[in-house]
């Protein structure tokens, strides 16, 4: 019959011992340093050392056994021989009437003794197992087991009596002898003088089932002692471990011996995420957590998401999107000091999205106060500057903030989430980038309706809210075509930056969307334009967000301005009727020069090069948002397009003359 670990029956000592070790676990697993996958009971075959297992890794077990008792574990003889030929035992009962007692001798059968099991003390049980057990075969797991004996005070008698005893500091020394470097097993068999040494040695050899000294040390190398007497000291270290991250640690001590009672059995575990998730509502706040994304180091193996991210979902199901749940996680405006922890190699981007250029997207755009620790970190700097031509779009040294650091540690955790295969490993990667897409439209919407409740013209504010409420509507039904206006806006075609990794898209750069979209709305207000793409009867629209750029493909100057240089570079040779340059401060006419045409009047000759028909920039529309009305935007949109009109017909007057 199986025994259920049952520590609500067993005393405070016992599960104090638990506690301590598991609230050290967990006070690692929310640091996101290495701890062990979790603790089970009445698991890992193993007679006597059954009790409790702790599972460090699916090749690493160590198992516990913990021995409270304060009086002496037995008083017999330290040499089992000994006490074996001095062993008188019970005569076995007569039978037979009175009269037959009376006419016959009644003969005593020979002595036996009794099984070992009759007279082994607790602990000579467990040495005993744990000096039959043997290391296990090639190839078969666990590779390793270790053993933890927590033992009470050092005073504790194991076995003896009157001169001739044993007490556990005598056995701990004989440990700590056998676990050193360089040990000399002769030097330890010739230590004949040394009383406490040679009783140790003939107790575990004639009780405890060691045969000499090289076995013996084989065994105590496996062995760790701890002698912990009081429950004062246990209760402390268990306090101090979860001090660091809950409000009122002792009311987490009661929660977690409870938990460990009701929830340890043979057929399960306890983790260190079940117990974090179990306790989260007495986590203080504002504490770090932490996502990993793992590679398998076996190619093709696919890979393992775990972390603390998830920690505060109440549901007890698992999330139908968990990519959604770390990205709206590590992008909330309201969480700070995130971690983002990559074990895998930066990997040369293919045109596809990818998990690794998904997980760059997601550490590029952490907020201040949060980072990512990358494996190779060097490399995936110098990739995320390759594939951004170094530059987010907002700055010319934004990569230069960036707070990632070298991670050559990978953590290994029970409830990792695995994606086994390529295709879940494709499906993560565009539930990433889709998630991403929808957190930066979600706070573009909370960007945009902040700016326009502080537009001072009413009616200006009312025009502007009722075309943004219908783009909004559509742009809300359609990721695609809300995709496609972003790029348009971040990714100047001229550039050659593949688009579709969308790495410039994210919290960090929202501020740029903001007031291209804001621009955009200006204009088509301004002039009557119904929509983003395209204002009648003007033509086509092109909203770029960016301020800096790092210029056509060839270029190897680096970022800058976008009114830096010729502004043919950035538009190309046609440009659309209508380009709107949210990022530029200068005007359309200082930005009309060199490789454009200088005025409207030459724009319109057969030989110049094509320009846009109307050019708008922030310096010239923006500050209208404060001091303008929606009277004098219309008016300045409207003279603008008088103006070009005029230089048309004039172009074609000319034309038609002959010029």
Known sequence: MIRRFRLEQK???EKLVIAQRLSDMVDKFLDGRSAPLGIGAEQGDIAEW????????????EHLQIKRQTSAFSEKHLDKAEYLASYKPRKKAQSGNTVQAAETTIAEEEPKAPPDEGFDSELEKVLKSLATWQSPAFGEKPLKRTFSLTLPGPEVVIKGKGKEIIKITNLREVWDLCRKDGVDIARLAGREEDKPTQYVYTWLTTWCGFKDWAHIVEKMRMLEIHCIGDESVLEA??????????????????????????????????TCHTTAKHLQKLLRPGGQTWTQYLVNPIPGQGWTVAGTHDLGNTSTAPPRNPATQIVTHHW????????????????????????PTAILRLALHLKKGSESLLLGEPAWRQGAHNEL??????????????????????????????????????????????AMNDVVWQQLQVCVGNKLKDINDLDLSVAMAEKWQIWRAELDKDPGA??????????????????????????????LLEDAIIMLLLTCVGLGGAHWRSIEPIGDVLSIALRHWSG???????????????????????????VILSGVEESATELLQAGMAEDLATGHSMAAERQPRLLVTRS???????????????EHFQQHWDAWVQAREAAIEACGKGH
């Open 11 to 13: 005393g405070r000592y």
């Open 50 to 61: 059954d009790d409790v297992v702790i599972y460090h890794s699916d090749d690493y077990w």
């Open 237 to 270: 270290r268990a306090l101090d471990s979860l001090h660091r991250h809950f409000g009122d640690s002792a009311i987490a001590l009661s929660v977690l011996l409870d938990y460990i009672g009701d929830n340890t059995t043979d057929t399960n575990a306890v």
């Open 332 to 355: 909330a405006e309201s969480i700070p000091n995130k971690r983002l922890r990559v074990h895998a190699e930066y990997d040369r981007p293919t045109r596809a999205l990818t998990l």
């Open 389 to 434: 031509r170094s530059t987010l779009g907002d700055t010319d040294r934004d990569l230069d903030e960036l707070q990632w650091f070298d991670n050559s540690e990978a953590l290994l955790c029970a409830m990792g989430r695995e994606l086994s295969s390529p295709s879940s490993t494709n499906v993560e990667s565009d539930e990433l980038h889709r």
């Open 482 to 511: 809300r995709l496609l206006l972003f790029e348009q806006m971040m990714y100047p075609q001229t550039e050659g930056i593949n688009s579709k990794h969308a790495l410039r898209i994210g919290p960090r750069t929202v501020r």
């Open 552 to 578: 056509e493909p060839a270029d190897s100057d680096g970022p800058r301005l976008l009114s830096d240089g010729n502004l043919r570079e950035l538009l190309g040779q046609s440009p659309p009727p209508v």
């Open 620 to 634: 010239q529309v923006y500050k209208k948002l404060r001091k303008g009305t929606l009277v004098k935007l219309q």
